[in-house]
């Protein structure tokens, strides 16, 4: 309804403007809707030896827009498969284009023989943008609105290796998916071509098929529509009552460990059967020689309408199977009665072997893949079920907007899990079983706490990002998980019954059409009165997070008065729950935007009151959510000490402990505790202290670490701000005992609106050592800091990065009755680059690293002889130019261990170490073989001698084990850097370990981008 606002008119004025805009052709405020229509007519015969098809397609394309048409775009997807330049292939380059290219050509598929006609006469086609999986048609003449046009062609399909794709065969097992011509959607955007990809869906207009499939006799057929011939309806349902009688001889055969169900010979006859289904927009088909099939019906909620329901799955995998008619009926019926009734006749699911993930939706049928328990089998069959309402009934655009049907689905499939085995312990069950206090873990908090990791690390990106934008780990991480959280949230802010009342008026006014975001949005705002932008806006748009904390309980006049503060970015509802010990008071809901709410509850009689005790709500944090009357400033929760690690418990003070062990050259063999709260998901303040007694030294020394996590919202993906405390002891010349601490903080750039091809980091580091002495007297002072900045940048099979770094450091020594005097000070700039190179033999993935390094001494001023700090060196860093104490040695003063960085010669020699500077290049291949830990360097090196700049080399070969452990054997070099095997070898191999699991362990973005 149209409400237009006038201000000052008198009323005549106002009805005349009022029926100009409502009657004048040219003028309308809002579009009405409207989509094209595609009606399908298709003939196809299987040729299982040689996988292939030979087909005829006949398509209606009828134009309902508004608009006149001069072209069509055609979706040709098995082109997809045909090399490794396609976008399919160049969507995880490291992985799919090397796939594709190394398959054998009969492996590959593709599309051919086309040859289009519109209205009976003979089109030419060609290639869009590039991508062999569009067809560009120049119509003969204008297709006006309210036309139809006729477009036909014989097409033939090579049919891909399964282990490709989604379309594909293993053996003579088929997966016919995404396989014939189809035109692209047309709507108010205009076109909507789209190459192929795996992230990333579909968008197809909907209409109706008959097709018709000729395939040896023995074949079982599980498709998209209604099967039309009488014999294969007898066929398959006589087959589905001996699957019946011989159910449990298959299962317990399935329980032998036996080899796969092997083919049977294909028939010599042929058959074709004929499918037809209105209200569709794809059209798939799967067929095994080797099916088993179980048939059931599921009543439908209020109609009482029966639906058939069949499962087709290959012998070998019945222990799970026996189940799945079960599965598909309780899918089948809580997404009816959630969303509206199923429209079509069967719903069919069947056991394949797709490389794409656990299952793949199509109308009516849904093909799975293998599934480790019968756990797993329901929640794959039921969410591929339930993929039959969002992307089947309701048809959005799953590419650009896949939140539409991924994630609501989920939403469906977590209420589903939740409403048919309420107190389960899904998350607790997968993880270990439920140790380590992982105990009380649902099927809800695995999105919960998979969506929390992910944006603690700064590594998450909007609900409202295109399908092809999303990072891998993003894609089932924000767009299914935290999609499903958030409308589990609003569910329960408007209520079951509310909320099932507007998902049903979303199905009955979008069902067989293509809805927007803003039509779902406009629809729950409409029925609800209420302004829904935090939902809408802020959680669908943006990385902007949830956290309230309450602030106080007291009692008024009108009754217990609850103050909250929101302290994230998401101005949503907030829900209340009013404790008396462990019974349940009330419940009340905070509406967006107020910081108050009124109990009825009785304040002598409240305990302790909680924000969202059901974790519906998905917080960043939940450590200050509960007020409790008797606790410490009423918000103390009790500690509780956990072994090695846990999740944080919301009405807990969770410390985790671990007991340790480690060594060095100094303090010996050295036992301890760990106290830490890295549980799951990670906290934004974590902490670990780690005091150890050394053995050797008969010194308490150890290690601490604190962090907070900052998320800012735009710009900065990340911001840490910390700080670390180390403390062991030195004998040297002069035994002592080092105290260090060192703040930093550390910033991520990027945009997480889409996938960055590129990784900015920025750090700035500071550094207050003491040096004791054993009576504790202080004997040296240092202080420093350090600015680095990193920019690391992907291309397809390459990437490069460069690092500019600047150092201040001084030194000052206490010298009994002078006090400290000045001695040291050093200014240092550095600048490393690297470029990769990444290749593939087979299926190993290797990689040839070019690094380049120069670092020079602005100013330095020595006195003392502790000079290691002030010196640039060639073979990387020793314990005594770790001025940051950002790693871990047996023996700082040793020359052996080498870690990563400098000049990086892998070499324990001093040569070319100096107080003004040094330039290197060095390269490192790791090697095509098996496993990947060996690899081939060389270096180079420059630096200033006494009267020229001298050259040095170093080769050798390494056994590595990625960035943490390195043995490298140098095999030649230079002779200005010393014979290699006149004196002992052993000493020549540079040992590398670097392993900080306080300032790296920390960093586990790099698992999500």
Do not use: C
Request: hydrophobic content about 35%; overall charge negative; aromatic content about 16%.
């Amino acid at each position: 309804m149209l409400q237009p606002i006038f201000f000052v008119m008198n009323q005549s004025f106002t009805l005349l403007i009022f029926l100009f805009l409502v009657f004048n052709p040219n003028h309308s405020f809002t579009q009405e809707y409207w989509q094209q229509e595609v009606n399908y007519r298709m003939d196809v015969r299987l040729d299982d030896e040689n996988h292939m098809l030979d087909a005829f397609q006949e398509f209606e394309y009828i134009n309902h827009s508004p608009d006149t048409l001069n072209e069509l775009y055609i979706h040709l997807w098995p082109n997809a498969y045909s090399n490794g330049e396609t976008a399919l292939a160049g969507q995880i380059s490291d992985l799919w284009r090397a796939k594709i290219d190394e398959i054998s050509s009969p492996e590959r598929g593709y599309i051919d023989s086309l040859s289009f006609q519109l209205d009976g006469v003979s089109v030419n086609h060609s290639i869009h943008n590039g991508n062999v999986d569009i067809a560009y048609i120049k119509l003969l003449k204008p297709l006006l609105p309210g036309d139809s046009i006729i477009i036909s062609t014989p097409f033939r399909v090579k049919i891909p290796s399964g282990s490709i794709s989604r379309l594909g065969h293993i053996g003579q097992s088929y997966q016919i998916t995404q396989w014939y011509p189809k035109p692209a959607v047309y709507d108010k955007n205009g076109w909507n071509p789209m190459p192929y990809l795996n992230q990333g869906e579909f968008y197809s207009e909907f209409g109706s098929f008959d097709v018709s499939i000729t395939i040896p006799e023995n074949y079982v057929v599980g498709s998209t529509g209604d099967l039309q011939n009488a014999s294969e309806i007898e066929f398959m349902n006589d087959l589905a009552k001996r699957t019946e009688n011989d159910l449990m001889t298959l299962v317990s055969k399935s329980n032998d460990g036996r080899a796969n169900t092997p083919f049977p010979p294909s028939s010599d006859k042929f058959k074709t059967i004929r499918y037809k289904q209105d209200r569709v927009h794809d059209f798939a088909w799967f067929a095994d020689k080797r099916y088993a099939v179980l048939k059931g019906e599921v009543e439908l909620p209020g109609t009482r309408k029966m639906v058939d329901t069949w499962a087709l799955f290959v012998p070998q995998n019945a222990k799970y199977w026996q189940y799945a008619i079960e599965y598909l009926n309780d899918g089948t019926y809580y997404y009816s009665l959630w969303n509206g009734n199923y429209p079509y006749s069967h719903v069919t699911a069947v056991d394949g072997t797709i490389s794409a993930g656990g299952g793949m939706e199509y109308p009516n049928v849904t093909v799975i893949g293998n599934a480790s328990s019968k756990e797993e089998l329901e929640i794959v069959i039921v969410h591929e079920v339930g993929h039959n309402w969002f992307y089947g009934i309701i048809g959005s655009n799953e590419r650009v907007h896949g939140w539409m049907d991924e994630g609501i689905n989920t939403l469906n499939e977590v209420r589903y899990i939740q409403t048919k085995y309420p107190g389960n312990t899904r998350l607790s069950d997968m993880v270990l079983n439920g140790r380590f206090h992982l105990n009380d873990l649902d099927y809800h908090d695995m999105g919960d706490l998979t969506y929390r990791f992910a944006h603690t690390t700064g590594y998450d990106q909007p609900i409202e990002t295109d399908s092809k934008e999303f990072s891998s780990a993003n894609y089932g991480i924000i767009m299914y998980q935290k999609t499903g959280l958030v409308f589990y949230y609003l569910k329960d802010y408007l209520g079951d019954i509310e909320f099932d009342r507007i998902m049903h008026i979303y199905y009955d006014q979008w069902k067989f059409k293509h809805p927007q975001p803003e039509d779902l949005r406009a629809l729950f705002e409409s029925e609800t009165g209420k302004n829904l932008s935090w939902f809408f806006e802020d959680l669908i748009q943006t990385t902007n997070h949830i956290d309230f904390k309450i602030l106080d309980v007291s009692e008024t006049e009108k009754g217990s008065l609850v103050k909250i503060k929101n302290i994230g970015q998401v101005n949503g509802p907030v829900e209340l729950n009013v404790f008396n010990d462990s019974m349940l008071m009330e419940s009340i809901w905070i509406e967006p935007g107020e910081t108050e709410g009124f109990l009825q509850s009785n304040f002598s009689q409240i305990t302790h009151v909680v924000i969202d005790d059901g974790r519906d709500i998905p917080e960043i944090s939940r450590k200050n959510n509960t007020w409790r009357k008797k606790a410490l400033f009423h918000k103390i929760e009790p500690l509780k000490f956990e072994f090695a690690t846990g999740d944080h418990e919301a009405d807990r003070s969770n410390i985790f402990w671990t007991p340790t062990i480690a060594g060095n050259a100094y303090d010996g063999f050295m036992f301890g505790t760990a106290f830490h709260n890295l549980g799951i998901p990670l906290q934004r303040f974590q902490y670990l202290v780690a005091p150890h007694f050394g053995l050797k030294s008969k010194s308490l020394v150890g290690i601490a670490e604190a962090l907070y996590v900052v998320l800012p919202k735009n710009k900065i993906k990340q911001l840490k701000i910390g700080s670390s405390l180390k403390s062991f002891t030195n004998p040297g010349v002069f035994p002592t005992r080092f105290i260090g601490f060192s703040p930093y903080l550390k910033m991520i750039f990027g945009d997480r609106s889409k996938k960055n091809t590129f990784f900015s980091y920025a750090e700035l580091k500071g550094i207050l050592q003491g040096d004791y002495t054993p009576d504790m007297a202080l004997d040296q002072t240092h202080r420093g800091i350090k600015a680095k900045y990193l920019f690391t940048k992907e291309f397809k099979n390459t990437s490069f990065s460069v690092s500019p770094t600047l150092t201040y450091y001084e030194q000052f020594m206490n010298i009994d009755g002078f006090g400290f005097v000045d001695f040291d000070r050093m200014f240092r700039a550095e600048l490393n680059a690297s470029y990769n190179i990444k290749f593939r033999l087979g299926d190993m993935k290797r990689y040839l690293k070019f690094s380049g390094y120069f670092g020079k001494n602005l100013f330095t001023k020595l006195t003392t002889f502790d000079s290691d700090h002030q010196f640039l060196s060639m073979s990387g860093v020793q314990g005594g130019r770790d001025l940051f104490l950002e790693q871990y040695y047996f023996e700082r003063g040793g020359v052996q261990q080498q870690m990563d960085g400098m000049g990086n010669f892998y070499s324990t020699s001093a040569v070319g170490t100096n107080r003004n500077w040094i330039a290197s290049l060095t390269s490192y291949l790791a090697l095509p073989i098996k496993p990947n830990v060996f690899g081939l360097f060389y270096n180079q090196g420059f630096y200033p001698g006494f009267e020229k700049v001298e050259y040095m080399y170093n080769a050798g070969a390494a056994f590595i084990i990625g960035d943490i452990f390195g043995l490298y054997f140098p095999l030649v070099r230079s002779s200005n850097m010393g014979k290699l095997y006149t004196d002992n070898y052993l000493k020549e191999i540079r040992l590398t370990l670097q392993f900080n699991i306080v300032a790296n362990g920390f960093n586990l973005g790099k698992f999500i981008n």
